[in-house]
């Protein structure tokens, strides 16, 4: 048996469509349902060896595609910056304190603009 990278099964969601069904079959039965290589061999009627060649292949390919086009990893550091964004937002609302405000208000802005920057063109 091999170690399970539960990244993969997040990788999935964002490039499974690339993979032959019988990939995304196997590693989707293996890392969210669980099951064993032998069950999924069973269940698709190949041999264990099989399963553990497809789902080898099929990880090789996820992480090749997060590597090359970094989907994932640009999900995660945008729910991160929206969450931080939240939190500010947040503390805005709570305080009383015009002064406090407006530099939460600017510490959110320049958050906003360095987290962006890469993702959008210059503004004019």
């Known amino acids: 048996m091999f170690e399970k990278d539960?990244?993969?099964?997040?990788?999935?969601?964002?490039?499974?469509?690339?993979?032959?069904?019988?990939?995304k079959d196997a590693i989707d039965l293996y890392y969210n349902e669980d099951l064993?290589?032998?069950e999924i061999?069973?269940?698709?009627?190949?041999?264990?060896q099989g399963v553990r060649d497809a789902i080898k292949r099929g990880e090789e390919?996820?992480?090749?595609m997060e590597?090359?086009?970094?989907?994932?990893?640009?999900?995660?550091?945008m729910t991160s910056l929206l969450r931080e964004?939240?939190?500010l937002?947040?503390?805005?609302?709570?305080?009383?304190n015009?002064?406090?405000?407006?530099?939460?208000?600017?510490?959110?802005v320049n958050l906003i603009a360095e987290k962006t920057k890469d993702f959008a063109p210059e503004p004019d």
């Not at 390919?61 to 090749?64: D, G, N, P, V, Y």
């Open 6 to 23: 539960y990244k993969i099964s997040y990788l999935l969601d964002f490039y499974g469509d690339i993979l032959t069904d019988k990939q």
């Open 61 to 64: 390919i996820l992480l090749e």
């Open 89 to 96: 937002s947040a503390s805005a609302r709570t305080t009383k």
């Open 85 to 87: 964004v939240y939190r």
């Open 41 to 48: 061999a069973d269940y698709q009627e190949i041999t264990r």
């Open 98 to 108: 015009q002064m406090h405000y407006y530099k939460i208000i600017e510490e959110s």
């Open 36 to 38: 064993s290589l032998a």
């Open 67 to 77: 590597e090359k086009l970094g989907f994932a990893e640009k999900t995660e550091e």
